[in-house]
Every structure is written in C-alpha cells, then in structure tokens.
C-alpha cells in the first residue's frame, strides 16, 4: 500500500487507441471537441493519434497540438525513422509536445510479427528514443506485449530506453492477459530491477478478460504513475481500460492507494456522452460511473436505505461525476443565455458561429416541440452543428416518402451534387429501405450498409428521433448520424452524412472512390 500522497498522470489515448477500435471513425473537427473536452477534464497527457498512419491522422494530431494547450500532446510512432519524424512534425505547433515510440518485446511478437531478433529490437529501440531524444526532451517509450515479455530482455530494452532519454517507461498488458496480483508483481518487480529513480514508470492495460482497470489499478500499488486509459473504456477489441472507472476508484479508496490524479471529475458525465456521441458508440446503462443507471436506486429496500443516508447505498456521489440529478428541459421563453450554458454544461465547447447557428436551430425546434430536452440539443448538435464534413459532397434538398397497408413503400430522393439537383425514386421493403435504395440510384459507387441504428432522444412522445448509419466501401467505413423530428428525415439525413465522410476518410487514406 502506498500512502505517499503522489500524483498518478493520466495518459488518454481516446484518440489513438479508442479510435483504433474498428467501428470508429472521427474526424479532425471531432478529434478537436473530443481533446477540448479532455483538457477541460484536466488529463496530463493526450495521445492525439498515430500521424505516420494516415494522413487523417497527421492532420488531427497537428490540429489537436496547435488548438489544444494545457495538456502535453502525444504522437504515437514505431521505432521506424519515418514514423518518429512524422510524429515530430505533426506535433510542430504543441505547446508542450511528447513522441511517444514503440515496439513488440515479447518472443511471440518478435518472431512472428516484426521478424525480429532480440538484439535487433534492443538496438532498435535504442536508435528510435536517441532520434526522439534529439527532437523533444520528452520521450515516451512502450515495450508492446511487456506483460508476456522475459523480464531479463525487457529490464535491458527499458535500460536501453532510458540510456538513451527516454523519460516514461511504459509496461503494456497489449492483450489484457494478465492477472492482477500477478501484473502487480509484475510491475514492481520488472521497475525494481531497472531500478532508475526519476524516471516515470506508465501502465497501458486492454480489457480483453474485463481486467483493464484492475490491472492498471494493482500497477499504481507497484508503483506505477503514469495510467494510459480511455473515456468509455474504448479501444482496440474489448478496449482499454476506463479513464473514470480508475479516477473515481484511486479518489473513491484513497485509503487504499494513497495516490490521487489531477482530473476533474465532475466533468467526466458530459465528456462521457460527448465521447459516444461522436462516436457513434454507446455507453452501457448499467457502465461503471458514466452508466445512466449508475446512481438509480430501484429496489424499495434501497431506497429506503437512501432516504436515511445516502451512504447506505452510495460510495461516491453523483454530483461528484457530474451526473445530472434531472434532465432540465428548455422551452421557447429559454433565451441564449440559458440555452448556451446548458450546451456548455453537456461538455460542448462551440466557436462563437457555432453557437450562434446552434440558438438558432433550437428556436427552430422550439417551434416544432414545446419541451426540449438534453437529448434533443445533443442531437441536433451533432447532425447540423458538429456533423464537421469538410467537404458536403452530397446535400438532401427534398424528400417524399410514403408507405401504407395497400402498396410497397416508395421514396423520392432530390440531392444536391456539384450545383445541380438529380432526383430518384426507388421502392423498398419499407420507408427507410426505399429511401436508401433511391440514394443509391444517385451515387456513382454503392457503399454498403454496415450499421444502422435509431433512437429516440427522449421518453417524451414528441422525441427527436436520431439515426446512425455506418457505411462500408473497400476497406474504410465512415459514420453518419442525423436527426430530426420526423425520423425518416434523420435516417436519410445520417445515410448522406456517412456517404459525405466516406469521401472525406477515403481522401484521407488515399483510397479512390
Ligand atoms: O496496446 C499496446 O501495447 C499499445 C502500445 C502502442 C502502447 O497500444
Ligand atoms: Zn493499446
């Protein structure tokens, strides 16, 4: 047990690693809300993203580093010259810049993946933190699969990093094996035998057997203090370990760790939401935390203890992770005042123009529903204020569905396409099917449907109804979500959004369409 009161630094690689994971595709403008939100949480670092992966990817991370300034921003690179140059000069503009290389260490990766010898990857690792070295004082190196690694070859690799200025020594679990007692003596022992006192010894925990946040949490016990983690436990297969499960867990058992972080915590609802929603992934009512059911007492035998003492049934508040008591709703009398900080209070941050198009749209919509509800302006942002598209290839100028008992449902589509409009009209199995067959008529390519989902953005039977579609070309897929108060309008609005951004992601990757 550790009661040395010490800072643990919190790593976020929401952008990296939790982009990673397949389903997902932000863009540049999202990335930027996405790092807002993550300083105005107050992490030490952001993993930005992997700028020699892709163009998209340099791009984000130069947007992230000039836009973004309290945290440190990070840039992941291989040990390969080009990745780490790559990295430094999309990282150019950071106030405070960190290059961030790796490699495999474990036998089974160094034979099978990089065909690799021991020496080669001791001496490579050297080479790629000495180049990093020479471009930033501050270097990060991982040993990817350090928890299946022989402890002897990864004391020299961290030893060798360290020589050559590597200042945090990263010990990932790559494929969430390890067992907590175990990763814990893992750890100290593995920083016990490298033994260099001033260097910052880091975790990186995957949740492949649900075991993210334990292991990360029994690593700070060894003396880890630094703890890369994601909003939602996003990430490459099962995820990463969840950012608020270990906060609320080092702040909720202080007596036991002794450590705390510098995050706010009560920020971690909003950025939550703002995470999945721009995502497209949700977040599990009964999730730890950031769960909707989270803090909801249903059992009468609860909630009579809850009545007496919250304590009884509450081991941390949910004002303290910004969970909100009630849904406060806004209505037509609500002026921009009252609407702009509620959009504040949901974790969005909007340029001046934004905000003004955003007050805009809600007074639409006040026309439309009397009451408005968080859900409502979180969708709504995100179809026509956020839906950060570079280039709107494809704009929905009208739409005439109908359906009925008696015939097949039928759709007109009119877009608008290189300043001309082209309609089409398509029957379907139903309205949303017929919509989607007439859009196709008028795309040069024909994507495939991956994912489609609706919901409606409220309890209230006047909801906004809000779509989300994933569409697939080649080898890139790219989200599209709309929203409407006629649901039909939102799926068609989140069909052209996802063919808009594949053109984008497509560009990005250098694909051709
Ligand atoms: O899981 C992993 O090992 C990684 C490294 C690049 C840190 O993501
Ligand atoms: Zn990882």
Redo the contacts with the bound molecule.
């Keep these: 047990m550790n009661a040395s009161g010490d800072i643990v630094r919190i790593f976020d690689t929401t952008m990296r ?1 939790g982009e990673q994971a397949a389903r997902i595709n932000l863009n540049t403008g999202e990335k930027v809300q996405i790092a807002r939100a993550l300083e105005r949480l107050n992490v030490d670092i952001i993993e930005a993203g992997f700028p020699a992966s892709s163009k998209g990817d340099f791009e984000a991370v130069a947007r992230v580093a000039s836009e973004v300034r309290g945290p440190v921003i990070a840039g992941l690179a291989r040990t390969k010259e080009s990745d780490i140059t790559a990295a430094a000069e999309a990282l150019r503009g950071a106030a405070r810049s960190r290059i961030h290389t790796f490699i495999a260490t474990s036998a089974i990766h160094m034979e099978y993946k990089l065909r690799m010898t021991p020496d080669e990857v001791l001496r490579e690792t050297a080479q790629a933190v000495k180049l990093a070295r020479s471009i930033t004082p501050d270097v990060e190196f991982s040993a990817e699969d350090a928890s299946r690694s022989d402890m002897d070859f990864l004391a020299e690799v961290f030893t060798a990093a360290i020589e050559n200025g590597a200042a945090t020594l990263n010990i ?1 679990d ?1 494929v969430g094996y390890a067992m907590p007692y175990e990763f814990e003596e893992f750890c100290r022992a593995i920083i016990g035998r490298v033994n260099r006192p001033g260097v910052i010894w880091s975790v ?1 925990c ?1 949740n492949d057997l649900g075991l993210g946040v334990a292991n990360s949490l029994a690593a700070v016990r060894a003396g880890a203090r630094q703890v890369e983690c994601t909003i939602n436990g996003l ?2 297969r099962a995820g ?1 370990a969840a950012m608020e499960e270990i906060v609320m867990s080092l702040r909720t058992r202080k007596d036991h760790f002794g450590v705390d972080t510098k995050i706010d915590a009560s920020k971690f609802f909003s950025t939550s939401k703002l995470v999945s929603g721009l995502t497209g992934v949700p977040v599990q009512p009964n999730k730890a935390v950031v769960g909707i059911n989270a803090f909801a007492h249903e059992a009468g035998i609860h909630q009579h203890g809850m009545l007496c003492n919250k304590a009884t049934y509450e081991i941390m508040t949910p004002e303290s992770v910004g969970a909100p008591g009630t849904d406060l709703h806004l209505g037509k009398h609500s002026g921009r005042h009252a609407f702009s900080e509620r959009v504040e209070q949901l974790g969005y941050q909007l340029t001046p123009e934004q905000s003004s198009a955003a007050f805009e749209y809600f007074k639409e919509l006040c026309d439309k529903k009397k009451d408005v509800t968080d859900g409502d302006i979180e969708a709504f942002l995100l179809d026509r204020i956020l839906s950060l598209t570079p280039e709107k290839r494809y704009e929905l100028k009208d739409y005439a569905v109908t359906i009925g008992s008696g015939g097949k449902p039928t759709a007109s589509i009119t877009l608008a396409h290189d300043g001309a409009e082209t309609t089409e009209a398509a029957v379907g199995n139903g309205p949303v099917d017929a919509s989607y067959k007439a859009i196709l008529k008028l795309l040069p390519f024909s994507p495939e449907l991956a994912e489609f989902r609706i919901r409606a953005t409220s309890e209230l039977a006047e909801a906004v109804g809000e779509a989300h579609v994933i569409l697939r070309y080649k080898e890139i897929k790219a989200q599209g979500r709309g929203a409407s108060t006629d649901i039909i309008e939102a799926t068609i609005r989140a069909y052209i959004e996802a063919v808009n951004r594949l053109y984008s992601a497509a560009a990005a990757r250098e694909v051709a369409i």
């Design positions: 690693d990932p790559t990186h995957h990430g490459e990463n």
